[in-house]
């Protein structure tokens, strides 16, 4: 079944309750890893087109209580174990609007197993298994090849994709695509989004946007973070370099109209623009 309510992955700036909330909320149980990241680290991060103002390494937990350690920007959380399986990004010039990352979801493993966790310590709230449930639909409803199912319990053996909950802030936090072509396996969503000042539809809105991370998009705003409370005047077009992969076919616009922006605020609906589709039909 292709729907039960669509979805999206966007955050504005207007509206927002007190200020904007970051999709990348903090996303460690216990204390953070007092370890900073290396040069040679945050020369790769940067390669890759993440933005490394604010990169921290830290424990990240897995829901069967095993953790590693992630590099950490925003809401994109990347295993350092697994930093060598992240190629550098090109350089693109030209009018930009919608992003993904170096690698996308190949073909054999588009048909993607969501597990939404039930177990003791990391299961995922009520309103939290509606949200996913509801974000699925939203990219079930497109007509490309992506295709998802969603069940809920604690066997990963199956699963290509597992939804949890850990404590934090209002958000989440996802990494990308690696070379095999396999969707990023965990997302984390944070305890603080669980609560009555965030809708139903701003739960589905933060998973999604999760989810789109997982298959491949960027934050539209990746070069400045303007969601995120920006002031200063918006580039004419992104001026970090390396740049996040621009996606043909998607204009570029400084207007809030994603739901891959950075951040998020109280009034957010849960659904796709019209550019996210057409950004996400391009590709899949």
């Known amino acids: 079944m292709k729907a039960i309510k669509l979805l999206a992955l966007f955050a504005i700036i207007a509206g927002c309750f007190t200020s904007c909330q970051k999709e990348e909320s903090n996303n460690e149980l216990p204390t953070p890893v007092s370890q900073e990241p290396t040069k040679e680290q945050l020369i790769k991060l940067s390669n890759m087109g993440v933005n490394i103002d604010e990169v921290t390494i830290k424990k990240v937990f897995l829901p069967d209580g095993t953790k590693e350690q992630h ?3 925003g809401d994109i959380s990347i ?3 697994g930093l060598h399986e992240y190629s550098n990004m090109e350089t693109l010039e030209g009018d930009n609007k919608q992003y993904r990352s170096d690698y996308l979801v190949a073909p054999q493993y588009r048909n993607i197993r969501v597990l939404g966790w039930t177990g003791a310590g990391f299961e995922l709230t009520p309103r939290m298994r509606t949200g996913l449930l509801w974000a699925v639909a939203n990219y079930n409803a497109l007509p490309n090849t992506l295709n998802f199912t969603v069940t809920f319990g604690t066997d990963q053996s199956q699963a290509d994709m597992v939804v949890y909950r850990v404590a934090g802030g209002p958000g989440g936090s996802a990494g990308f695509p690696t070379s095999n072509g ?6 984390r969503i944070n305890t603080g989004l669980d609560v009555p000042a965030y809708s139903q539809n701003v739960i589905e809105h933060v998973i999604g946007h999760e989810i789109g991370h997982s298959v491949g998009f960027r934050h539209q705003d990746w070069y400045n973070r303007w969601s995120c409370n920006y002031s200063g005047p918006l580039p004419a077009e992104p001026s970090v370099s390396p740049a996040a992969i621009w996606i043909p ?3 570029w616009s400084p207007f809030a109209d994603s739901i891959m922006l950075a951040c998020f605020n109280t009034s ?3 659904e796709f623009t019209d550019s996210d589709k057409d950004a996400l039909n391009i590709l899949y």
């Open 249 to 251: 076919g998607t204009p």
């Open 182 to 187: 396999k969707p990023n396996r965990y997302v």
């Open 268 to 270: 957010e609906d849960g």
């Open 79 to 81: 295993p350092i174990d």
């Open 71 to 73: 590099l950490v920007s």
